[in-house]
């Protein structure tokens, strides 16, 4: 009998962990602009699998990639009401919502290399720009690599002087349309959903993108030429709505954080690779030119770019572009 009463009283035990157990999962929306096969749509994938495989399936991510839920600026509005709990915007993009810091990023020329710009993301200064996002309701949590960008359009170009009079689609960076203003063209900022079809209808001249972004879009199919000019960075802050993030039980947070931190490792680890395979996928496809500067062309182009520094001083903050530079140390201006 008592045996009896044991078995019965596990029973219902069971029965009361039954549905505790079988809670919903803590859903985190995850929103993207580019194409999963991208250094960004890629790192997304292997933090999903890592952070759901750390909470042991308490949190499951839903990825929605390629805008299929929000465009670049309705992304980040998005997430500051809390219709999606996590982003991962180019620096170019956190001007509009009042973070004009990170458009230093977009300065031409202010990377030499991947290498160098760790020293920045991984550094004090890397902190605190992420500090800036939390009076806006987010929480910074990694940088993400894509990698350098090449110019498009369908007409060749080599000099500054071949830049001039064209429309060129640019991020929402004020960094950016100086940058074309610089070169005589004229800038257009537009949400990245609708570049192919501003390329295709003449809307647009030409852009500026990283291989892997221009190739999972299929820019090349509606631009002539390519340049390799690796004149400016695309990277990403990864940002999570606060509010959500500060609310989710500790143990959880933190493996959350260690699933970023290991798939932040693995995208940028792979990031460089996946730009050069697109660049020669792009070559493979054999619709694009694909043209390169001489080291004169180069400092030509660098040149031209040069009063860029000056236009944004004021809007960027002289004080971080100097700190900026110090840490690089890359900057040839
Ligand atoms: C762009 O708008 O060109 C890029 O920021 C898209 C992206 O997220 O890489």
């Not at 892997?212 to 990403?236: A, D, F, R």
Request: hydrophobic share 40%; glycine share 8%; aromatic share 8%.
């Amino acid at each position: 009998m008592r045996k009896l009463i044991l078995a019965a009283a596990s029973v219902a035990a069971l029965a009361l962990a039954g549905p505790a157990s079988a809670q919903p999962p803590i859903v985190i929306k995850f929103s993207h602009v580019v194409a999963p096969n991208t250094p960004k749509g890629a790192a997304a994938e292997k933090f999903k699998e890592l952070a759901e495989k750390y909470t042991d399936g308490k949190v499951k991510i839903e990825i929605y990639p390629n805008s299929t839920l929000y465009k670049d600026k309705e992304e980040l509005e998005a997430l500051q009401l809390g219709a999606v709990q996590m982003l991962a915007p180019s620096n170019a993009k956190f001007g509009p919502i009042g973070v004009r810091e990170f458009e230093v990023f977009d300065l031409p020329y202010i990377l030499p290399d991947l290498a160098t710009l760790r020293k920045v993301t991984d550094g004090p200064l890397g902190a605190r720009l992420l500090k800036l996002l939390e009076p806006k309701g987010m929480t910074g949590l990694a940088y993400w690599d894509n990698g350098f960008k090449q110019m498009t359009a369908n007409r060749k170009l080599i000099a500054p002087d071949d830049y001039k009079g064209l429309k060129f689609r640019v991020q929402s960076s004020k960094v950016l349309e100086a940058q074309f203003r610089a070169l005589g063209a004229v800038p257009q900022v537009l949400a990245f959903s609708e570049v192919y079809q501003a390329l295709q209808t003449g809307v647009v001249d030409g852009e500026e993108n990283t291989a892997s972004n221009i190739y999972t879009q299929k820019m090349h199919e509606v631009q002539k030429y390519l340049t390799l000019t690796n004149h400016g960075y695309i990277g990403y802050v990864v940002v999570v709505n606060k509010k959500f993030w500060d609310g989710l039980p500790a143990d959880i947070r933190g493996q959350l954080e260690t699933a970023m931190k290991e798939a932040t490792a693995f995208g940028n680890g792979r990031s460089a690779k996946e730009n050069e395979e697109a660049l020669e996928a792009i070559k493979k496809a054999g619709k694009t030119e694909i043209d390169s500067l001489t080291p004169a062309q180069d400092v030509a182009l660098r040149k031209a770019m040069e009063p860029v520094y000056k236009d944004v001083a004021s809007r960027v903050g002289q004080p971080l572009i100097d700190e900026f530079v110090k840490e690089t140390g890359g900057a040839t201006h």
